[in-house]
């Protein structure tokens, strides 16, 4: 116990939205963005930004990160880069999980996905929505799996706390996370089962190409999964954050479950029990209210305020955030997005207050890249 802990890494992929800074409308600027990235990249040493399935939006990727001033940094360079690319595109970003403003998608001029858009049709039409995906690395192959299965019945946690969604298309959707229902449109989308060994991890997924119904093991788009490029887990379920803090607070979540299933599964424990049809009605729970109903708590499989099943979270997790230092931060990040509302509860706020969808959009360009831009919080005003 006296000696030094070993810090998993952590990387945050994010996703953003390319709005129009006056209308708020998504544009189509992506090729033009990434065409001068590469080029002024190469001269800066800048942080990569990265194509996503539409030209309305790209991705940008922190490095690996083990400590939370890491991550804060990484993410807002990340942030600040894409953001000046994208001016210079005739764009600003934005994080929102979906448009607020009605769209026309295009797909990205990509070989590999206009195979997608051809393939699936509206369901890859209607994917205009951006999440934030969390790296945390593993050990080895066996200790992925075994966290893979024992992280599962908290994933609606963390798709709570992030819910930033509430709009699409120019309707309010009554849900806090509607891209946690665009989503699993796709075939390959959702919550799983326990694997057992990376043998019936691996067999699933070459059986899941081997249907032909994906392209291939880029779209296993589980809630989590085994990454095919990284020596981590990748935790997905989460909408992209508009606060930069509420993007560290969902790391140092997601690091503290995969350190307490891995100390479970070195333990020998059994995963939980929990069935995939009981999953899949957390997240709905989870999409539909957010943080402003009862969610279904994994400790019984029964309705409980947000508060409380937070609260569970925080517990469930306190011994790997205390010893990976975490801790004092993990609650205090929470307190804050708790007090202030996640992305869903400031969106409405906004609404409700400027009464236009384009000041959603305005309102929340200026919080991507300044947590501390005016209406931040759903008590202010």
């Given at each position: 116990?006296?000696?030094?802990?070993?810090l998993?890494?952590?990387?945050?992929?994010?996703e953003?939205?390319?709005?129009?800074?006056?209308?708020?409308?998504?544009?189509?600027?992506?090729?033009?963005?990434?065409?001068a990235?590469?080029?002024?990249?190469a001269?800066?040493?800048?942080?990569?930004?990265?194509?996503?399935?539409?030209?309305?939006?790209?991705?940008?990727?922190?490095?690996?990160?083990?400590?939370?001033e890491?991550?804060?940094?990484e993410?807002?360079?990340?942030?600040?880069?894409?953001?000046?690319?994208?001016?210079?595109?005739?764009?600003?970003?934005?994080?929102?999980?979906?448009?607020?403003?009605s769209?026309?998608?295009?797909?990205?001029?990509?070989?590999?996905?206009?195979?997608?858009?051809?393939?699936?049709g509206?369901?890859?039409?209607?994917?205009?929505?951006c999440?934030?995906h969390?790296?945390?690395?593993?050990?080895?192959?066996?200790?992925?799996?075994?966290?893979?299965?024992?992280?599962?019945p908290?994933?609606?946690v963390?798709l709570?706390?992030?819910?930033?969604?509430?709009?699409?298309?120019?309707?309010?959707?009554?849900?806090?996370?509607?891209?946690a229902?665009v989503?699993?449109?796709?075939?390959s989308g959702?919550p799983?089962?326990?694997?057992?060994?990376?043998?019936?991890?691996?067999?699933t997924?070459?059986?899941?190409?081997?249907?032909?119904?994906?392209?291939?093991?880029?779209?296993i788009?589980?809630?989590?999964r085994?990454?095919?490029?990284?020596?981590?887990?990748?935790?997905r379920?989460?909408?992209v954050?508009?606060?930069?803090?509420?993007?560290?607070?969902?790391?140092?979540?997601?690091?503290?479950?995969?350190?307490?299933?891995?100390?479970?599964?070195?333990?020998?424990?059994?995963?939980?029990?929990a069935?995939?049809?009981?999953?899949k009605?957390?997240?709905?729970?989870?999409?539909?209210?957010g943080?402003?109903?009862?969610?279904?708590?994994p400790?019984?499989?029964r309705p409980?305020?947000?508060?409380e099943?937070v609260?569970?979270?925080l517990?469930h997790?306190?011994?790997?955030?205390a010893a990976?230092?975490?801790?004092?931060?993990?609650?205090?990040?929470?307190s804050?997005?708790?007090?202030?509302?996640?992305?869903?509860q400031?969106?409405?706020?906004?609404?409700?207050q400027?009464?236009r969808?384009?000041?959603i959009?305005?309102?929340?360009?200026?919080?991507?890249?300044?947590?501390?831009?005016?209406?931040g919080?759903?008590?202010?005003?």
């Amino acid at each position: 116990m006296g000696g030094v802990v070993a810090l998993r890494t952590i990387g945050v992929e994010e996703e953003f939205l390319l709005v129009g800074p006056e209308d708020g409308r998504p544009r189509a600027v992506a090729a033009a963005l990434l065409d001068a990235e590469a080029d002024e990249s190469a001269e800066r040493d800048l942080p990569d930004v990265e194509s996503e399935l539409q030209r309305q939006q790209i991705e940008t990727a922190t490095n690996p990160c083990t400590s939370p001033e890491e991550l804060f940094t990484e993410l807002g360079q990340a942030r600040r880069n894409a953001a000046e690319r994208a001016q210079q595109a005739g764009a600003a970003l934005v994080a929102l999980g979906t448009s607020p403003m009605s769209v026309s998608t295009e797909v990205f001029p990509d070989p590999r996905y206009r195979r997608i858009a051809d393939r699936f049709g509206m369901t890859a039409q209607e994917q205009l929505t951006c999440g934030c995906h969390v790296h945390v690395g593993i050990d080895s192959d066996e200790e992925a799996i075994g966290v893979l299965d024992r992280i599962r019945p908290w994933l609606s946690v963390l798709l709570a706390l992030s819910a930033n969604s509430p709009f699409w298309r120019g309707d309010d959707s009554r849900y806090a996370s509607y891209r946690a229902q665009v989503w699993p449109r796709w075939p390959s989308g959702g919550p799983t089962g326990p694997f057992g060994s990376p043998e019936a991890y691996r067999a699933t997924v070459e059986a899941m190409t081997a249907t032909k119904t994906i392209l291939d093991d880029g779209m296993i788009y589980f809630e989590a999964r085994w990454s095919n490029k990284y020596p981590t887990v990748e935790i997905r379920v989460a909408d992209v954050c508009t606060n930069t803090s509420d993007a560290v607070l969902l790391a140092l979540l997601s690091r503290g479950l995969v350190d307490t299933a891995a100390r479970s599964w070195r333990a020998g424990d059994p995963p939980p029990e929990a069935r995939v049809e009981l999953l899949k009605l957390a997240s709905w729970r989870a999409s539909r209210s957010g943080l402003d109903d009862e969610l279904v708590d994994p400790r019984t499989w029964r309705p409980a305020p947000a508060g409380e099943v937070v609260a569970a979270l925080l517990e469930h997790t306190g011994d790997a955030l205390a010893a990976s230092g975490d801790q004092h931060l993990a609650k205090e990040l929470t307190s804050e997005l708790l007090e202030r509302g996640n992305g869903a509860q400031i969106q409405r706020a906004d609404y409700r207050q400027a009464g236009r969808l384009e000041d959603i959009v305005s309102r929340a360009i200026s919080r991507t890249i300044d947590p501390n831009s005016p209406h931040g919080s759903v008590h202010s005003g």
